[in-house]
C-alpha cells in the first residue's frame, strides 16, 4: 500500500517537472513562441518606425469678423459767444443726425467793440426787428438768449473800434437807426463746438454751416 501511494506521488512529481520544462523543450524554436503569442491575430502595425503625426487642434470659437474701416471727420468751431454756439449746435444737431456734437465752455479775454441792438421787450418784439433787418438786407445777426442781455440783437464783434464804427456806419446808411456801439472789456464765456461723423457728408456740412455763419471758420480737432 505504502509502495502505490509512494509511485503515485512521484507520477506526479516527474509531470510537473517534465511540463515545466525541467527536462528540456521541444527542438522546435517555434513552438515556445507559439506558447507565448497572445492573439496574434488580432495585432495591427499602426507604423514603422515613425512617430504618429500629431493633429492640430480645432478651435470650437468662430473667426472674428473684420469691420470696414469708415473714413471719419473731426472739425471744431472755436471762442462762440453763448447764442452763436447755441444756434450751430441746433443746426448741427438738427441737420446732421449721424454726426456728434461736443459743447465745451471756455473762458475768453474781451476788449473790443460791439454793435448791437439793445434788449427788446419779449421775443415776439426780438423777432419782428429780424423781420425789419432782413427785409432791408441785414442777415449777419442773431438774438441773444443770456439773461444780462436777453432779446438784444447782436450785429457784429470787432477787434477795434474803428472796425465797429464802420459796421454801425453801414447799418445806419441801410435804416437801423436803433444800432449802438459799445466796447466790451473784461472776460466772458466762450464755447467750442465739436462735431465728428462720417467724411461723406463734409461737403454738405461745410455748406449747411458756411450759409448760416459765414464769418464762422472751422478748425481741425486738435
Known amino acids: 500500500m505504502k509502495a502505490l501511494v509512494f509511485l503515485l506521488v512521484l507520477a506526479n ?22 506558447e507565448q503569442q497572445v492573439a496574434p491575430d488580432r495585432m495591427r502595425i499602426v507604423s514603422r518606425g515613425e512617430a504618429p503625426a500629431a493633429k492640430e487642434p480645432v478651435s470650437k470659437e468662430p473667426a472674428a469678423a473684420v469691420a470696414p474701416a469708415v473714413d471719419s471727420l473731426c472739425l ?14 441746433t443746426l448741427l444737431t438738427d441737420k446732421f443726425v449721424d454726426y456728434h456734437v461736443e459743447r465745451r465752455n471756455v473762458a ?9 441792438i439793445p434788449p427788446l ?4 418784439e426780438a423777432d419782428k426787428k429780424v423781420g425789419e433787418l432782413k427785409r432791408i438786407g441785414v442777415s449777419d445777426f ?14 457784429g464783434i470787432f477787434s477795434s473800434e474803428k472796425g465797429g464804427a464802420d459796421r454801425l456806419a453801414d447799418l445806419k446808411s441801410k435804416g437801423v437807426r436803433s444800432a449802438r456801439l459799445v466796447p466790451r472789456p473784461g ?8 462735431v465728428s461723423g462720417p467724411l461723406a457728408g463734409k461737403a454738405a ?11 464762422v471758420e472751422p478748425q481741425a480737432c486738435k
Not at 475768453?108 to 448791437?116: I, K, L, N, Q
Not at 441773444?144 to 438784444?152: E, H, K, L, M, S
Open 205 to 215: 456740412l461745410l455748406e449747411a454751416v458756411s450759409l448760416a455763419f459765414p464769418k
Open 187 to 194: 472776460n466772458e464765456n466762450a464755447f467750442t463746438l465739436q
Open 142 to 155: 442773431f438774438i441773444i438768449q443770456d439773461n444780462v442781455n436777453r432779446f438784444a440783437i447782436s450785429l
Open 76 to 89: 471744431a468751431w472755436e471762442n462762440l459767444p453763448s447764442s452763436e454756439a447755441d444756434r450751430l449746435g
Open 121 to 124: 421787450a419779449n421775443k415776439a
Open 13 to 34: 512529481v516527474l509531470f510537473y517537472a517534465f511540463s515545466s520544462g525541467y527536462f528540456g523543450r521541444s527542438g522546435n524554436p517555434d513552438a515556445g513562441r507559439l
Open 108 to 116: 475768453r479775454e474781451t476788449g473790443g467793440w460791439w454793435v448791437y
